[in-house]
């Protein structure tokens, strides 16, 4: 009897240990948090990105982990970040000691994701976000990289690149109204709403529009959830801006395009609107958000490569409109991390980590995801390039990349002047 204790005392100890040393072979599903302001078009996106990957996952079995299919399990956490950053904080504290996630994915505003990230790292969970472009979030790698490396951002690129992209634009545009409306020096309004990504934008436009032969004439800081920019707008007239910069990540998107439609501002359009991204844009604004861009992910008819319009369809299909570039949460889950926990054969971060680090992934929100050393999305040609939309009479068209850099995606089209200001200015 002591002799067949001893036996039973060893075979469970065992157990134990394999049962710690590899998670998942005691584990029913992974559980994935899905994080975001679900009350909002980003946090919708988020889950519903998330829930087309979890289904298409678990119709084939699972993920192959070693010798067993495991099924994904998303749990969804509203972050509330708009509004309220330790709600934010208490919704990830949530996923971590009452829900007991293996992995999370999501996280918009950079304020809250900034704060929701250390609190993933002090359980060192795997945290690929899927909405915040500050570039502090992935300096943190650099910084303490035994502490962040459970970090790793899957869209959009930090908002240096977003810098990048949307001087391009601007360049592009003023150089139409040089060329078509004989402005040789187009006087520039930036409009932004007040929120901690776009201020290292600022900085840097503010000190490009001079070397690109344009004139700054003011900036202007409206709440992301104004419901009245009429004082603004009014503003930008009286200072006969030509161009208007847009930076927008929330409702202030809408109220902005909607007034400045009513008010038929001669000034062209370029910049971030975030609200113009989805298909409701045009109804919200009541027809009124003519010209309005964006930087955006997906568009009808526009593939980075032969998932994204496969991917782009179903999501319609199912939710009835176009994903927003927060649904990249379907890459994360399926083409990232599925494809990692496969090859790794385990849900153990330590492991998951090196594989993420080195991988390649070829998804539906960019020709390839890579991420450079400090756990950023690499941008450029072939990686992510994103697209910049513009509503012209009710529907979104994509008009760069358009041979930017060898670039150049089907289904593009050109940028269109507001007749209005073609009116005013045409010789």
């Excluded at 993933?120 to 570039?135: Q, R, V």
Aim: net charge positive.
């Amino acid at each position: 009897m002591k002799t067949r204790s001893i036996f039973l005392s060893v075979v469970l100890a065992s157990f134990f240990v394999m049962t710690i040393s590899f998670p998942v072979w005691g584990a029913k599903t992974i559980k994935v948090g899905v994080i975001g302001p679900m009350n909002f078009m980003q946090g919708k996106g988020h889950w519903n990105g998330a829930l087309l990957a979890q289904e298409e996952i678990n119709a084939k079995g699972g993920i192959q982990v070693g010798g067993k299919k495991v099924k994904v399990e998303i749990i969804k956490a509203d972050s509330n970040e708009f509004l309220n950053i330790t709600d934010a904080t208490n919704a990830m504290e949530r996923l971590m000691t009452k829900d007991k996630v293996d992995f999370v994915v999501g996280g918009f505003r950079s304020e809250a994701v900034l704060a929701m990230q250390d609190i993933a790292m002090d359980y060192k969970k795997i945290f690929l976000g899927t909405g915040a472009s500050h570039p502090k979030i992935c300096a943190r790698v650099a910084e303490n990289y035994d502490r962040y490396k459970y970090w790793f951002r899957v869209t959009p690129f930090n908002s240096r690149y977003l810098v990048k992209v949307t001087l391009i634009n601007l360049a592009t545009v003023s150089g139409m109204l040089r060329k078509g409306l004989g402005i040789e020096k187009p006087k520039v309004a930036i409009v932004a709403e007040k929120a901690m990504w776009i201020d290292p934008m600022i900085k840097a436009i503010k000190a490009n529009v001079p070397k690109m032969g344009m004139e700054l004439v003011g900036i202007w800081r409206p709440s992301a959830t104004a419901t009245d920019v009429t004082a603004e707008l009014t503003a930008v007239q009286r200072a006969d801006a030509q161009i208007i910069f847009t930076i927008f990540s929330a409702s202030v998107g809408i109220t902005f395009a909607r007034q400045a439609g009513e008010l038929k501002i001669p000034a062209a359009v370029t910049g971030i609107n975030v609200e113009a991204q989805k298909d409701g844009f045009w109804a919200a604004t009541q027809g009124k958000g003519n010209y309005a861009v964006s930087l955006s992910t997906f568009v009808r008819g526009v593939s980075f490569n032969e998932l994204t319009q496969p991917f782009v369809q179903k999501y319609i299909k199912r939710f009835g409109e176009l994903p927003p570039y927060t649904a990249v949460t379907y890459d994360a889950i399926k083409h990232v991390l599925a494809r990692t926990i496969e090859e790794a054969g385990t849900t153990d971060a330590e492991k998951l980590i090196p594989i993420l680090e080195q991988t390649e992934y070829k998804g539906t929100g960019a020709p390839k995801t890579k991420f450079d050393k400090n756990h950023d999305l690499v941008f450029g040609p072939g990686y992510a390039t994103s697209l910049t939309i513009q509503w012209q009479d009710g529907k979104m068209k994509a008009w760069w990349p358009n041979g930017w850099e060898g670039v150049k995606y089907d289904g593009m089209a050109p940028y269109k002047i507001p007749p209005w200001m073609i009116e005013k200015y045409k010789k």
